[in-house]
């Protein structure tokens, strides 16, 4: 690490710890001596406090079993909405590069492509949902990040850490990341308009890299309705050559009440992203690149409280993907890809509470077509049966056990078991224990994908694996902290090899991933004075990570070499009266790749029902690489403004 990193990491700690180490206590003022002003920001001080409780009351959204973030016994984190306004970014990627754990490996930033793993796994072993609606990208994985919800609608973001089949699925081997919507309560009016530049010309035509962009929206409330609609649009340049993008959401969720107890929701999203894919894929030679890839998004689900006793909720969903890769954008005629995927899921999720705890069952039924002039037209089907029940009736002692029984039309019947146990220690300390399994479905692309550069396998098995973490977690107040050690280990492992470069990549079960890992994160929220607040959060992450391989020796691995081996990530944001400030740090070091350090800052200061910022990001211009040979940008400078309007019930 460098002179100027060791100046980033230690400035963002070193100015969190000396805001709390001043010693700042409130001070009684009379009320009738406080101006508006004031009392908007004692408000918004105090918001910042009970936020951390409200966050401990939080229902994780698991579908069936209805269980507050503070008895959960599994490695969960949670960006909320306060720490979503106070991080320097625009982008729903860019959020989760700041959550220990999670490995976001951008091809390119503002949106345009992101591959997204957890504790060490693979980008396709981590599973995404909104609103627990299961958006995976079939055809090959790296275009599940496309989604159709600009920042300023989302609510929170649930991170579980570790198989969650019995929770969600097939697919989540590594984990699973559910974005929640925000759900209206009054009319609101929203904005964020912004713009920002590199200051650095580009190599053709000698102009400055520079992108823009706008997210509007806004909720409408009654009674027995409520509506939700925002849409977003960003464009650019770029950062280097052939990188412009262009991408647009639009996203749309309704509720109808239907008795007192009882509701209707509708989710609908359309994604957009066009995007100059300068070495993504296959560099050096794909410097002409090109790929447009569109997501559509529709759900139904209607909540049934049958009485006070049983609750039901049926549910269909349909995503509807495209994707339009070329090699060389300037002659469609070239190795140009196109690829229709649709994927149609029917499930019914409910819960029966007993005298004793609560029983969780669903079904679920899963359809998946790709149409595609390169890897083929085909189908298959995935049937799933959950079965959970979770008590703490016994004192000091929680328990949630299940399973995931799964049938899929080519690899046929598995069954995923799952147990978490915690004990209350005391009041604040709990120790918890969880040990669970889950698959991982090969995509499309890895069956059947056949270029001069790749060659799929149609006879992939689908990755298998078994999960045990123990862990202690403090909770108290202001503060909440959590550590843990994991093992994971994943059969079947899949990954594509070669001899030498010259070499097409293969696709095969070629290994046995085990992975041994320590999580440990941290959250400090605290009232420093009259309109002061501090936000301090801390995360590290350690992998160590051994293959038992079935090739030869000297064989090239895409996947095997790629995964972080330490994460460190700290964060701190302080407000008094109108002014906030944020400073942002992430250490990383990847096998077999050099470290480096990221600094990102937003200072922000509030006039009115405008709220104006200017983001730094990677203020010391480090040079760096997520995934496979793309260069990220260095520093970026960003000036906007968001305007928020509440206009009551």
Not at 492 to 513: E, H, R, Y
Request: hydrophobic letters at 35%; one cysteine or more.
């Amino acid at each position: 690490m460098n002179n100027r990193q060791i100046f980033a990491t230690a400035f963002v700690l070193g100015s969190a710890i000396a805001c709390n180490a001043f010693g700042f206590s409130p001070k009684s003022t009379p009320l009738s001596s406080r101006n508006s002003t004031t009392e908007s920001n004692i408000l918004q001080t105090a918001s910042l406090i009970d936020s951390l409780q409200q966050l401990n009351e939080v229902i994780i959204a698991e579908n069936r079993l209805q269980i507050p973030f503070n008895k959960q016994n599994r490695n969960i984190q949670i960006i909320d909405r306060k720490l979503i306004e106070s991080l320097p970014a625009k982008s729903l990627n860019e959020l989760l590069t700041y959550i220990p754990g999670v490995d976001l490996r951008q091809r390119g930033p503002f949106g345009s492509q992101a591959d997204i793993s957890m504790d060490g796994g693979t980008f396709e072993q981590t599973l995404i949902l909104i609103n627990g609606v299961k958006i995976n990208d079939i055809q090959s994985g790296h275009n599940t990040m496309n989604l159709p919800i600009p920042t300023e609608a989302i609510e929170r973001i649930e991170i579980l850490h570790g198989p969650a089949a019995r929770i969600y699925g097939i697919n989540s081997i590594s984990g699973a990341i559910n974005i929640v919507t925000i759900k209206p309560t009054k009319n609101t009016l929203h904005a964020n308009v912004y713009g920002g530049s590199s200051f650095k010309k580009s190599e053709t035509n000698d102009k400055f890299y520079l992108g823009k962009g706008a997210q509007i929206g806004g909720s409408y409330a009654k009674n027995l309705h409520n509506h939700l609609l925002y849409g977003g649009y960003e464009s650019g340049n770029g950062y280097r050559y052939n990188t412009d993008f262009e991408n647009y959401r639009l996203f749309y969720q309704g509720a109808l009440k239907t008795s007192e107890s009882d509701r209707f929701e509708l989710m609908a999203g359309i994604a957009r992203n066009a995007f100059g894919a300068n070495g993504f894929y296959a560099a050096p030679g794909d410097k002409e690149a090109y790929e447009i890839a569109s997501n559509n998004l529709l759900s139904a689900v209607y909540h049934v409280h049958v009485n006070d006793r049983l609750y039901i909720a049926p549910r269909l969903s349909m995503r509807n993907g495209k994707d339009d890769y070329r090699y060389i954008r300037q002659d469609l005629s070239k190795f140009r890809n196109q690829h229709t995927t649709q994927v149609f899921n029917a499930e019914i999720n409910s819960t029966y509470r007993l005298d004793a705890g609560s029983i969780g069952f669903g079904l679920e039924g899963r359809n998946e077509i790709i149409e595609s002039n390169n890897l083929g037209d085909h189908t298959r089907e995935n049937y799933g049966i959950y079965g959970e029940f979770s008590t703490d009736q016994i004192e000091r002692l929680s328990l949630n056990v299940g399973a995931y029984v799964n049938y899929n039309s080519k690899f046929g019947w598995q069954v995923f078991p799952g147990l978490d146990v915690g004990y209350d220690l005391s009041s604040d300390w709990k120790v918890f224990i969880n040990s669970g399994t889950g698959q991982r479905i090969p995509s499309f692309t890895d069956l059947y994908y056949n270029t001069p550069g790749n060659i799929g396998n149609a006879n992939l098995e689908a990755e298998t694996a078994w999960y045990a973490e123990g862990g202690v977690k403090y909770n108290r107040n202001h503060l909440s902290l959590q550590t843990s050690y994991f093992h994971r280990q994943t059969d079947n492992f899949t990954d594509w090899i070669k001899a030498v470069n010259t070499d097409p990549w293969q696709i095969g079960n070629f290994s046995q991933s085990n992975i041994n890992g320590i999580n440990v994160s941290g959250d400090y929220r605290t009232n420093l004075g009259v309109g002061q607040s501090l936000l301090l959060g801390l995360g590290y992450t350690y992998l160590s990570a051994s293959f038992k391989q079935n090739f030869a020796e000297g064989f090239i691995s895409k996947y095997a070499i790629e995964n972080l081996k330490h994460q460190a990530v700290a964060k701190a944001n302080y407000t008094y009266k109108s002014l906030g400030l944020t400073l942002a740090t992430r250490f990383c070091e990847r096998v077999n790749q050099k470290n480096y350090v990221l600094a990102d800052v937003r200072a922000s200061y509030k006039v009115g029902l405008c709220n104006i910022y200017a983001d730094f990001q990677n203020i010391f211009d480090v040079t760096y690489i997520e995934a496979a040979a793309v260069p990220m940008p260095g520093n970026w400078v960003s000036l906007g403004c968001k305007f928020s309007m509440d206009m009551g019930k």
